[in-house]
């Protein structure tokens, strides 16, 4: 939206950008300045994003929420298809042994130890934050990436980009592209503070253990409710 000066929400499915799931050939036809999304880690991101100075948003979300929001999408995505339970789920992704399959704590660190060490070319920001406040968020943007717009701008593509406006916006292509579960969406709740719902009280202070060691001395905190 603040590349093309607009408040609309385009057509295309992010998909179509996404770096893992096309040929860089591809990539390479799509009109300049491209929005590229990926879910890939810093290091197999492609060499020339970092030796052109290509500028990089890296978007973290606390890992309590994001665990969360794993286990639902692994339920609902017909290719993935799991049918196990959340305490299964859980203790999958964070066994003691340390082998746990899970990749959220050396990705996003790896992520904000590129972007302090790198604060010109990449923007480390956080889906907390951004829920508290989406307007000072897309002004932010849009002067990191170098495309600064009108404060009526700003105001007109915070109100689209509200997880209450995107989630109806988006469901027509999810339905089409048949990934999904009827009846399921990629945009479930998008709260703040949801793992309390799912989290016992013994996989809390479990997983509260475990952020207090990956995460020690990193200087990266998240908000877990609001």
């Avoid at 082998?99 to 992520?111: H, Y």
């Avoid at 406006?165 to 027509?172: C, E, G, Q, S, W």
Wanted: charged content about 25%.
């Amino acid at each position: 939206m603040l590349v093309d000066n607009s408040s609309y929400h385009k057509k295309g499915w992010k998909a179509d950008a996404f770096l893992e799931f096309k040929d860089l050939s591809d990539l390479e036809t799509l009109p300049s300045p491209r929005v590229l999304n990926t879910h890939l880690p810093i290091a197999l991101i492609p060499a020339d994003a970092f030796r052109k100075k290509n500028k990089i948003l890296y978007i973290s979300r606390n890992p309590k929420d994001a665990i969360v929001s794993g286990y639902h999408h692994f339920k609902s995505d017909l290719f993935i298809g799991y049918s196990g339970s959340w305490n299964a789920f859980f203790d999958l992704m964070y066994k003691p042994d340390d082998t746990s399959p899970s990749m959220w704590f050396p990705n996003v660190l790896a992520g904000w130890t590129y972007c302090q060490e790198n604060p010109e070319t990449c923007l480390f920001l956080k889906y907390e934050d951004m829920i508290q406040d989406l307007r000072a968020h897309v002004e932010r943007i849009a002067k990191f990436i170098d495309f600064e717009r009108t404060p009526e701008m700003y105001n007109a593509i915070a109100k689209q980009c509200t997880f209450d406006v995107m989630k109806p916006a988006k469901l027509p292509k999810e339905e089409s592209m048949g990934i999904l579960k009827p009846g399921t969406s990629l945009y479930r709740k998008g709260k703040v503070g949801d793992w309390k719902n799912q989290f016992t009280v013994a996989q809390n202070e479990r997983f509260n253990a475990i952020i207090s060691e990956k995460m020690k001395d990193t200087g990266l905190t998240f908000e877990f409710e609001l």
